[in-house]
């Protein structure tokens, strides 16, 4: 009788979690104001340039199972005193993921946040920039079937562990325009 009452638990119990499990999507729109979504370019802002600098040293950083990335990074930088740096990789798996890719083609811009806290994928990439202090990461994630990936959110949680190499520039390297919108 007992097993009979454990089987019917287990028969209800595993579906309705995987119904609570499954992968959210949420789009916004992500603007600055009327004013700066709407401006043309400007023939004063470049249409490419370029900033010179060399690092100053690499840090191989390791984030072990059950690390929230974004929030292991963002710690790192800090203890490690890192205001400028570009990733410059990133392997690993995680457990589930939320990152948020580009989803028009018009200002002002919109973002679509993907969620899986449950999905498990290999780490195969991940690159980017520490803009200040500020993490700037993107990432490529792949399953048996697709690669996908998109800007690293926070709750995307590390399996077996993630190794992530950052070059550290100089603090007089100037990056805060470079993932400005705005300027155009």
Do not use: W
């Not at 589930?96 to 811009?109: D, Q, R």
């Amino acid at each position: 009788m007992k097993n009979r009452i454990l089987f019917l638990i287990l028969l209800v119990a595993v579906p309705c979690s995987a119904l609570l499990a499954q992968e959210t999507r949420k789009e916004i729109t992500k603007s600055t104001t009327p004013f700066d979504d709407s401006k043309p370019n400007s023939e004063e802002v470049p249409e490419a340039y370029a900033i010179s600098s060399q690092f100053e040293r690499i840090l191989v950083l390791r984030f072990k199972y059950e690390t929230d990335l974004l929030a292991g990074i963002e710690k790192m930088v800090r203890e490690q005193r890192v205001r400028n740096a570009v990733v410059l990789s990133g392997i690993g798996s995680v457990k589930g993921y939320h990152l948020h890719v580009v989803s028009n083609g018009t200002l002002p811009s919109k973002n679509i946040f993907v969620r899986d806290p449950t999905s498990p994928a290999d780490l195969i990439g991940m690159n980017g920039y520490i803009i200040d202090g500020r993490v700037h990461a993107h990432m490529t994630l792949a399953k048996a079937d697709k690669a996908f990936g998109g800007h690293l959110e926070p709750e995307t949680k590390v399996f077996t562990f993630v190794v992530v190499t950052l070059g550290v520039l100089n603090d007089e390297t100037d990056l805060r325009r470079i993932d400005d919108k705005t300027y155009r």
